[in-house]
Protein backbone atom coordinates (compact mmCIF):
# COMPACT_ATOMS: atom_id res chain seq x y z
CA UNK A 1 0.00 0.00 0.00
CA UNK A 2 1.40 3.91 -0.91
CA UNK A 3 2.20 5.74 2.00
CA UNK A 4 -0.12 8.85 2.89
CA UNK A 5 1.39 11.93 0.56
CA UNK A 6 1.53 14.22 4.07
CA UNK A 7 3.83 11.36 5.49
CA UNK A 8 6.46 11.35 2.79
CA UNK A 9 5.99 15.00 1.75
CA UNK A 10 7.26 15.11 5.32
CA UNK A 11 9.99 12.66 5.20
CA UNK A 12 11.33 14.30 1.81
CA UNK A 13 11.08 17.43 3.67
CA UNK A 14 13.32 16.51 6.75
CA UNK A 15 15.66 15.35 4.88
CA UNK A 16 16.37 17.86 2.43
CA UNK A 17 16.32 20.57 5.46
CA UNK A 18 19.04 18.30 6.77
CA UNK A 19 20.87 18.22 3.82
CA UNK A 20 20.40 21.87 3.58
CA UNK A 21 21.38 23.11 6.70
CA UNK A 22 24.61 21.02 7.61
CA UNK A 23 25.98 22.54 3.63
CA UNK A 24 25.36 25.81 4.87
CA UNK A 25 26.74 25.56 8.12
CA UNK A 26 29.99 23.96 6.33
CA UNK A 27 30.57 26.51 3.74
CA UNK A 28 32.65 29.08 5.43
CA UNK A 29 30.83 32.02 4.55
CA UNK A 30 32.97 35.00 5.90
CA UNK A 31 36.30 36.39 5.85
CA UNK A 32 38.46 36.29 8.74
CA UNK A 33 36.64 37.92 11.50
CA UNK A 34 38.51 41.47 12.65
CA UNK A 35 36.73 42.10 15.59
CA UNK A 36 34.51 41.73 18.42
CA UNK A 37 31.55 42.32 16.17
CA UNK A 38 32.19 39.63 14.24
CA UNK A 39 30.89 36.64 16.50
CA UNK A 40 27.74 37.64 17.47
CA UNK A 41 26.91 38.82 13.53
CA UNK A 42 27.67 35.46 12.32
CA UNK A 43 26.02 33.46 14.73
CA UNK A 44 23.05 35.55 13.75
CA UNK A 45 23.59 34.59 10.44
CA UNK A 46 24.19 30.95 11.45
CA UNK A 47 20.73 31.38 13.30
CA UNK A 48 18.85 32.89 10.26
CA UNK A 49 19.86 30.46 7.67
CA UNK A 50 18.92 27.37 10.56
CA UNK A 51 15.65 28.91 10.61
CA UNK A 52 15.15 29.68 6.93
CA UNK A 53 16.09 26.75 5.32
CA UNK A 54 13.19 24.27 7.13
CA UNK A 55 11.18 27.01 5.59
CA UNK A 56 12.17 27.03 1.95
CA UNK A 57 12.73 23.31 1.92
CA UNK A 58 9.36 22.76 3.36
CA UNK A 59 7.42 25.08 0.62
CA UNK A 60 9.68 23.31 -2.20
CA UNK A 61 8.94 20.44 -0.92
CA UNK A 62 5.07 20.92 -1.19
CA UNK A 63 5.14 22.40 -4.71
CA UNK A 64 7.40 19.83 -6.27
CA UNK A 65 5.49 16.51 -4.77
CA UNK A 66 2.22 18.10 -5.37
CA UNK A 67 2.93 19.14 -8.89
CA UNK A 68 4.57 15.17 -9.54
CA UNK A 69 2.23 13.18 -7.21
CA UNK A 70 -1.26 15.16 -8.48
CA UNK A 71 -0.30 15.93 -12.10
CA UNK A 72 -3.16 15.69 -14.60
CA UNK A 73 -3.18 12.27 -16.16
CA UNK A 74 -4.20 11.34 -19.87
CA UNK A 75 -8.40 11.36 -19.75
CA UNK A 76 -8.02 13.97 -17.29
CA UNK A 77 -8.05 16.94 -19.58
CA UNK A 78 -11.45 18.29 -19.10
CA UNK A 79 -12.28 17.47 -15.18
CA UNK A 80 -12.13 19.94 -12.26
CA UNK A 81 -10.63 18.90 -8.91
CA UNK A 82 -13.56 19.21 -6.06
CA UNK A 83 -14.10 22.67 -4.90
CA UNK A 84 -12.27 23.71 -1.43
CA UNK A 85 -13.27 25.69 1.11
CA UNK A 86 -11.48 27.69 3.68
CA UNK A 87 -10.43 25.64 6.82
CA UNK A 88 -10.20 28.11 9.80
CA UNK A 89 -7.23 25.90 11.88
CA UNK A 90 -5.51 25.61 9.12
CA UNK A 91 -5.25 29.71 8.20
CA UNK A 92 -5.05 30.35 12.36
CA UNK A 93 -1.83 28.23 12.02
CA UNK A 94 0.32 29.54 9.25
CA UNK A 95 -0.62 32.86 10.48
CA UNK A 96 0.35 32.21 14.28
CA UNK A 97 3.49 30.24 13.50
CA UNK A 98 4.99 32.91 11.34
CA UNK A 99 4.47 35.64 13.66
CA UNK A 100 6.24 33.85 16.18
CA UNK A 101 8.99 33.30 14.01
CA UNK A 102 9.42 36.42 12.93
CA UNK A 103 8.55 38.56 16.16
CA UNK A 104 11.35 35.64 17.41
CA UNK A 105 13.69 36.29 15.31
CA UNK A 106 13.72 40.50 15.01
CA UNK A 107 14.17 40.47 18.67
CA UNK A 108 17.27 38.52 18.50
CA UNK A 109 18.56 40.48 15.67
CA UNK A 110 17.44 43.69 17.76
CA UNK A 111 19.39 42.59 20.78
CA UNK A 112 22.44 41.84 18.39
CA UNK A 113 22.61 45.33 17.11
CA UNK A 114 22.25 46.96 20.27
CA UNK A 115 24.66 45.28 21.27
CA UNK A 116 27.41 45.54 18.64
CA UNK A 117 26.93 49.66 18.76
CA UNK A 118 26.89 49.95 22.89
CA UNK A 119 29.12 52.76 23.59
CA UNK A 120 32.46 52.36 25.15
CA UNK A 121 34.48 54.34 27.41
CA UNK A 122 37.89 55.72 25.93
CA UNK A 123 36.61 55.18 21.90
CA UNK A 124 39.09 56.04 19.79
CA UNK A 125 37.51 58.96 17.36
CA UNK A 126 38.64 58.71 13.67
CA UNK A 127 37.07 60.14 11.41
CA UNK A 128 36.40 58.64 8.08
CA UNK A 129 35.85 61.30 4.88
CA UNK A 130 34.22 59.82 1.46
CA UNK A 131 34.93 61.97 -1.56
CA UNK A 132 34.83 60.41 -5.17
CA UNK A 133 36.43 58.05 -5.73
CA UNK A 134 38.63 57.61 -2.46
CA UNK A 135 38.75 57.61 1.75
CA UNK A 136 40.67 59.63 3.88
CA UNK A 137 40.36 59.13 7.74
CA UNK A 138 41.11 61.82 10.20
CA UNK A 139 42.42 61.00 13.94
CA UNK A 140 41.71 64.21 15.74
CA UNK A 141 44.62 66.08 17.90
CA UNK A 142 44.06 68.25 20.74
CA UNK A 143 44.70 71.31 18.85
CA UNK A 144 41.66 70.88 16.34
CA UNK A 145 44.03 69.88 13.60
CA UNK A 146 43.85 66.52 12.70
CA UNK A 147 46.25 63.53 11.26
CA UNK A 148 44.91 62.35 7.93
CA UNK A 149 46.03 59.30 6.04
CA UNK A 150 44.50 57.70 3.34
CA UNK A 151 44.85 54.29 4.60
CA UNK A 152 43.16 52.96 8.30
CA UNK A 153 45.36 52.40 10.97
CA UNK A 154 43.59 51.40 14.21
CA UNK A 155 45.04 49.54 17.37
CA UNK A 156 44.25 45.89 18.25
CA UNK A 157 41.62 45.46 21.57
CA UNK A 158 40.72 49.23 21.52
CA UNK A 159 36.91 50.14 20.89
CA UNK A 160 37.16 52.51 17.81
CA UNK A 161 34.03 55.34 17.12
CA UNK A 162 33.98 56.54 13.64
CA UNK A 163 32.53 59.47 12.38
CA UNK A 164 32.02 59.29 8.72
CA UNK A 165 30.98 62.12 6.16
CA UNK A 166 30.81 62.59 2.36
CA UNK A 167 32.09 65.60 0.67
CA UNK A 168 29.70 64.76 -2.76
CA UNK A 169 27.64 62.03 -3.12
CA UNK A 170 26.53 58.89 -0.84
CA UNK A 171 29.35 55.99 -0.20
CA UNK A 172 29.33 53.29 1.92
CA UNK A 173 32.45 52.48 4.63
CA UNK A 174 32.68 48.92 4.62
CA UNK A 175 35.54 46.38 6.66
CA UNK A 176 33.95 43.40 5.54
CA UNK A 177 36.29 41.81 8.17
CA UNK A 178 34.79 44.08 10.62
CA UNK A 179 31.28 42.97 9.02
CA UNK A 180 29.28 46.42 10.11
CA UNK A 181 29.16 48.75 7.33
CA UNK A 182 26.95 52.67 7.33
CA UNK A 183 26.12 54.81 4.69
CA UNK A 184 27.93 58.20 4.43
CA UNK A 185 25.52 60.84 3.71
CA UNK A 186 25.60 64.51 2.56
CA UNK A 187 25.27 66.36 5.13
CA UNK A 188 25.11 64.56 8.21
CA UNK A 189 27.98 62.83 10.38
CA UNK A 190 26.90 58.71 11.07
CA UNK A 191 28.74 56.63 13.24
CA UNK A 192 29.98 53.39 13.48
CA UNK A 193 31.18 51.33 16.45
CA UNK A 194 34.27 48.40 16.44
CA UNK A 195 37.01 47.06 18.68
CA UNK A 196 39.27 45.69 16.43
CA UNK A 197 40.48 42.13 17.92
CA UNK A 198 43.25 40.79 15.02
CA UNK A 199 45.56 41.76 13.85
CA UNK A 200 46.44 42.04 9.68
CA UNK A 201 45.73 44.04 7.10
CA UNK A 202 41.60 44.25 5.61
CA UNK A 203 40.13 45.98 2.73
CA UNK A 204 37.97 48.96 3.19
CA UNK A 205 34.89 49.30 0.70
CA UNK A 206 33.02 51.00 -0.63
CA UNK A 207 29.64 49.34 -0.76
CA UNK A 208 27.00 52.28 -2.26
CA UNK A 209 27.33 52.64 -6.07
CA UNK A 210 28.57 56.27 -6.63
CA UNK A 211 30.12 56.78 -10.09
CA UNK A 212 32.46 55.84 -12.53
CA UNK A 213 35.18 55.04 -9.96
CA UNK A 214 33.21 53.38 -7.21
CA UNK A 215 34.93 49.93 -8.05
CA UNK A 216 38.23 51.27 -7.32
CA UNK A 217 36.84 53.12 -4.20
CA UNK A 218 39.41 50.83 -1.34
CA UNK A 219 41.36 51.54 0.88
CA UNK A 220 43.40 49.47 3.13
CA UNK A 221 42.46 48.95 7.05
CA UNK A 222 45.75 47.81 9.34
CA UNK A 223 44.98 46.96 12.61
CA UNK A 224 48.49 47.17 14.85
CA UNK A 225 49.17 46.66 18.05
CA UNK A 226 48.40 49.32 20.79
CA UNK A 227 52.53 50.36 20.76
CA UNK A 228 52.64 50.12 17.16
CA UNK A 229 49.59 52.21 16.45
CA UNK A 230 51.07 54.68 18.74
CA UNK A 231 54.36 55.31 17.26
CA UNK A 232 52.54 55.39 13.84
CA UNK A 233 50.45 57.84 15.04
CA UNK A 234 53.58 60.27 16.64
CA UNK A 235 55.60 59.55 13.40
CA UNK A 236 52.21 61.12 11.56
CA UNK A 237 52.06 63.97 13.99
CA UNK A 238 56.15 64.68 13.90
CA UNK A 239 57.16 67.27 11.57
CA UNK A 240 58.62 65.48 8.26
CA UNK A 241 61.99 63.70 8.32
CA UNK A 242 63.57 62.11 5.85
CA UNK A 243 63.39 58.37 5.38
CA UNK A 244 66.38 57.03 5.69
CA UNK A 245 68.16 60.02 6.68
CA UNK A 246 68.98 59.84 10.49
CA UNK A 247 69.06 62.74 11.78
CA UNK A 248 67.45 65.26 9.36
CA UNK A 249 68.75 67.19 6.37
CA UNK A 250 67.54 67.17 3.13
CA UNK A 251 66.76 63.55 1.81
CA UNK A 252 68.80 62.70 -1.73
CA UNK A 253 67.49 62.47 -4.47
CA UNK A 254 67.42 58.64 -4.99
CA UNK A 255 65.48 58.95 -1.47
CA UNK A 256 62.55 60.89 -2.49
CA UNK A 257 62.54 58.50 -6.04
CA UNK A 258 61.91 55.81 -3.54
CA UNK A 259 60.06 57.18 -1.24
CA UNK A 260 57.42 58.29 -4.63
CA UNK A 261 57.57 54.54 -5.84
CA UNK A 262 56.45 53.64 -2.57
CA UNK A 263 53.61 55.92 -2.22
CA UNK A 264 52.57 55.69 -6.06
CA UNK A 265 52.48 51.78 -5.14
CA UNK A 266 51.19 51.67 -1.43
CA UNK A 267 49.82 54.25 0.79
CA UNK A 268 49.06 56.90 -2.33
CA UNK A 269 46.96 53.99 -3.87
CA UNK A 270 47.51 55.76 -7.50
CA UNK A 271 48.03 52.20 -8.89
CA UNK A 272 44.70 51.21 -8.32
CA UNK A 273 43.92 53.80 -11.52
CA UNK A 274 47.00 53.93 -13.39
CA UNK A 275 48.93 51.77 -15.74
CA UNK A 276 52.57 52.46 -15.03
CA UNK A 277 55.30 49.99 -16.37
CA UNK A 278 58.04 50.61 -14.01
CA UNK A 279 55.76 50.09 -10.88
CA UNK A 280 53.97 46.79 -12.01
CA UNK A 281 50.53 48.51 -11.92
CA UNK A 282 48.04 47.84 -14.73
CA UNK A 283 44.73 50.65 -13.54
CA UNK A 284 42.80 51.13 -16.14
CA UNK A 285 40.44 54.15 -14.87
CA UNK A 286 43.46 56.55 -15.40
CA UNK A 287 45.30 57.54 -17.95
CA UNK A 288 48.48 55.20 -18.16
CA UNK A 289 50.72 57.29 -16.86
CA UNK A 290 54.49 55.90 -19.13
CA UNK A 291 52.36 57.69 -22.18
CA UNK A 292 50.00 60.91 -20.79
CA UNK A 293 52.90 62.37 -18.47
CA UNK A 294 55.58 62.01 -21.06
CA UNK A 295 57.82 65.00 -21.18
CA UNK A 296 55.89 67.25 -18.42
CA UNK A 297 57.72 69.69 -16.12
CA UNK A 298 58.03 69.12 -12.57
CA UNK A 299 55.50 71.91 -11.63
CA UNK A 300 52.76 70.16 -14.34
CA UNK A 301 52.89 67.20 -12.35
CA UNK A 302 52.69 68.77 -8.73
CA UNK A 303 49.63 70.13 -10.12
CA UNK A 304 48.30 67.09 -12.01
CA UNK A 305 48.15 65.29 -8.58
CA UNK A 306 46.97 68.28 -6.32
CA UNK A 307 44.36 69.86 -8.83
CA UNK A 308 43.73 66.79 -11.26
CA UNK A 309 40.73 68.72 -13.24
CA UNK A 310 42.96 71.34 -14.17
CA UNK A 311 44.05 69.68 -16.95
CA UNK A 312 42.04 66.37 -17.91
CA UNK A 313 43.96 63.68 -20.51
CA UNK A 314 41.83 63.72 -24.04
CA UNK A 315 39.50 60.47 -23.70
CA UNK A 316 39.04 61.09 -19.68
CA UNK A 317 36.62 62.89 -17.98
CA UNK A 318 36.99 65.60 -15.13
CA UNK A 319 36.12 64.84 -11.49
CA UNK A 320 37.01 61.13 -11.24
CA UNK A 321 40.63 61.38 -9.42
CA UNK A 322 39.96 62.22 -6.20
CA UNK A 323 41.02 65.87 -5.78
CA UNK A 324 42.15 65.50 -2.01
CA UNK A 325 45.72 64.26 -2.54
CA UNK A 326 47.47 67.56 -1.70
CA UNK A 327 46.00 67.09 2.21
CA UNK A 328 46.41 62.82 2.70
CA UNK A 329 49.51 62.86 0.99
CA UNK A 330 52.70 64.38 3.19
CA UNK A 331 54.58 66.72 1.33
CA UNK A 332 57.67 65.10 1.48
CA UNK A 333 55.50 61.90 -0.21
CA UNK A 334 54.21 64.82 -2.81
CA UNK A 335 57.56 65.46 -3.42
CA UNK A 336 58.74 61.80 -3.69
CA UNK A 337 55.43 61.23 -5.77
CA UNK A 338 56.57 63.75 -8.67
CA UNK A 339 60.10 63.18 -8.38
CA UNK A 340 59.38 59.54 -9.11
CA UNK A 341 57.42 60.25 -11.86
CA UNK A 342 59.59 62.84 -13.35
CA UNK A 343 62.19 60.20 -13.48
CA UNK A 344 60.02 57.27 -15.05
CA UNK A 345 58.13 59.66 -18.06
CA UNK A 346 61.09 61.27 -19.12
CU1 LIG B 1 32.05 55.57 -3.15
CU2 LIG B 1 31.08 53.74 -4.29
Given at each position: MRRHPIIQMVAIGAVAS?????????????????????????????????????????????????????????????????????????????????????????????????????????????????????WSFGYPRADGRAVVSNQLYLPQDRPVRFDIDTQDVIHDFWVPAFRVKIDAVPGIVTHLRVTPTRLGAYPVICNELCGLGHSVMRSTAHVLTAAAFDSWLAQKRAPATPAGAAGGGAPSQAQLIALGRQTFTGDGGCGACHTLAEAGTTGTTGPDLGRALRGQSQADLRTDIVDPNARITPGYSANIMPPNFGQTLSAQQLDGLVAYLATVSK
Open positions: AIGIALALWINWFPADAAKQAKPIDTLYDVLMIVSIPIFVLVMTVILYSAWTFRMRPGQELQDGPPIHGNTRLEVFWTAIPAIILVSLCSYAYGVLTDIEQTHKGELVVQVHAIQFA
